[in-house]
């Protein structure tokens, strides 16, 4: 499965055929599910501690003009055909009224809250990654000859490092070496790098990009965000205080947006001038906010 790709959109993947190893987990559903539970189970709780503490009977409902007027139907064991006895309620007595209705409104929400939480028990016992676990039941044998539909973080980041890619050429003479021994152009640079490796985001410096057709450009940083599987590219711009710098990469940065890549979704920025450098601080609430 290890290929060489060299170019990419925004709706590509570095590793090619993403849609078939999707990042599986029903613990965010399940999570939803087990608080819908418990909304559930506290409306079959209300039903069971007050239902049978509520006046016997039913309210009845006459309208007349724009008024409403209520009345009680009660069991009437006295009467050879058993018909409900009826009695109005008096304005004083709304509480009565208010209750006969509550009694029935409760009852149909314990029924509903009953049959739905028998849907969603199994639900949360299902396992929580069904389609890794088929994988990983099969032989290595079979494995080898099929493409799965999911698998785990840890095969998936195996996959996106493996991806090899022509790195652009750096001139300047300047050292600047990571954590990973990379080379890479600026101090800040080197920084950044070593925060992604510090917090375990996997990334390619300078991966070349096709934006525009017979145009290949070279970001900062592609990142994978691991938990939701979302490549994002990070460009830090160092030089805030050069006009020239500047009016070049605004160009740049609307060339991203008009290519689908758009901040704050799949495109972050850092800034710094000669004298105003990119705070640490920064660089490690950039990757706590978009990249874990």
């Known amino acids: 499965m290890k290929k060489n790709y060299n170019k990419h959109n925004p709706k590509e993947s570095v590793i090619p055929n993403q849609t078939v190893i999707v990042k599986e987990s029903l613990e965010p559903i399940q999570s939803l599910i087990k608080e819908r539970i418990l909304f559930l189970e506290r409306i079959v709780q209300d039903y069971e501690s007050s239902f049978h503490n509520m006046p016997d009977g039913s309210l009845g409902v006459i309208k007349h003009g724009n008024k409403y007027q209520y009345y009680w139907k009660q069991p009437n064991h006295a009467s050879s055909d058993n018909l409900p006895k009826r009695t109005y309620i ?19 929400a314990y029924s509903l809250a009953k049959k739905e939480l028998k849907l969603l028990y199994p639900l949360v ?11 990983h039941s099969l032989p290595e044998f079979r494995q080898k000859l099929i493409t799965p539909y999911a698998i785990p973080d840890n095969e998936f980041i195996d996959l996106w490092n493996n991806v090899s890619y022509h790195k652009h050429d750096i001139y300047d003479e300047t050292l600047f070496i990571t954590n990973r021994n990379e080379r890479v152009r600026s101090k800040i ?20 990009m096709s934006l525009v057709k017979g145009e290949t450009i070279y970001p900062d940083f592609l ?3 691991v938990r939701t599987r979302k ?10 205080d050069d006009i020239g710098y500047l009016r070049k990469n605004y160009a740049k940065l609307q060339s991203y947006q008009l290519h689908g890549y758009m901040l704050g979704k799949n495109l972050i920025t850092t800034f710094e001038t000669s004298k105003q450098p990119l705070d640490s601080r920064i660089i490690k609430a950039t990757i706590e906010t978009y990249l874990m």
């Not at 640079?189 to 070349?208: G, R, S, T, W």
């Not at 490549?231 to 805030?240: D, K, Q, R, S, T």
Request: charged content about 20%; proline content about 5%; aromatic content about 12%.
């Open 90 to 108: 008096k304005n004083s007595e709304i509480s009565l009224a208010s209750s006969l209705a509550q009694k029935s409104y409760l009852k149909q």
């Open 125 to 135: 016992d299902l396992d929580k990654a069904p389609l890794v676990s088929l994988y």
């Open 231 to 240: 490549e994002i590219i990070w460009e830090h711009f160092g030089m805030m």
């Open 223 to 225: 990142c994978l965000n």
């Open 189 to 208: 640079e080197v920084n950044i790098a070593n925060m992604l490796d510090k917090y375990n985001v996997p990334y390619k410096y300078e991966y070349p």
